[in-house]
């Protein structure tokens, strides 16, 4: 299964700007540039769409690790805080940080700690980054 994503850019690194299209269409033309990433302008940029996938890939693999063991969330919402921060003359994303609340019938603490360790540890976006990843969690 191969997936993609295109970037266009114009322009110097700063002064610039460019656009996101994914073949899905979820990003189409989307806006990226200094500002949308290093200050608070309207539009995305590779960190968000990082922690948007981890996010996303984290709480399928509890899910699918819950269904597994015999058990059916109501509801798994989980946060991604993908942390970029300075590296000598450039920038690293060093951290990924993962918030999870859960709500799961029938299922003890330990259980629900295993499983979702095990999620955290082989969802396959967690496997690609080159970075630390914490989770932490609320089970209702």
Not at 18 to 29: A, E, F, P, Y
Not at 60 to 79: K, R
Request: glycine share 8%.
């Amino acid at each position: 299964m191969n997936r993609k994503a295109r970037a266009v850019w114009q322009g110097t690194g700063k002064d610039g700007s460019g656009h996101l299209t994914s073949d899905s269409g979820v990003l189409s033309s989307t806006p990226y540039s200094f500002k949308t990433r290093f200050e608070n302008e309207k539009g995305t940029n590779p960190e968000e769409l990082i922690a948007a996938a981890h996010a996303g890939c984290f709480t399928m693999a509890l899910a699918f690790q819950l269904q597994g063991a015999g058990f059916t969330p109501t509801e798994l919402a989980t946060e991604a805080v993908v942390s970029l921060e300075q590296e000598g003359s450039g920038f690293a994303i060093k951290k990924s940080a993962l918030t999870l609340s859960a709500n799961v019938p029938g299922i003890d603490r330990a259980k629900f700690e295993e499983l979702a360790r095990a999620a955290e540890k082989n969802c396959p976006v967690s496997k690609v980054l080159n970075a630390e990843i914490t989770m932490d969690f609320t089970l209702a």
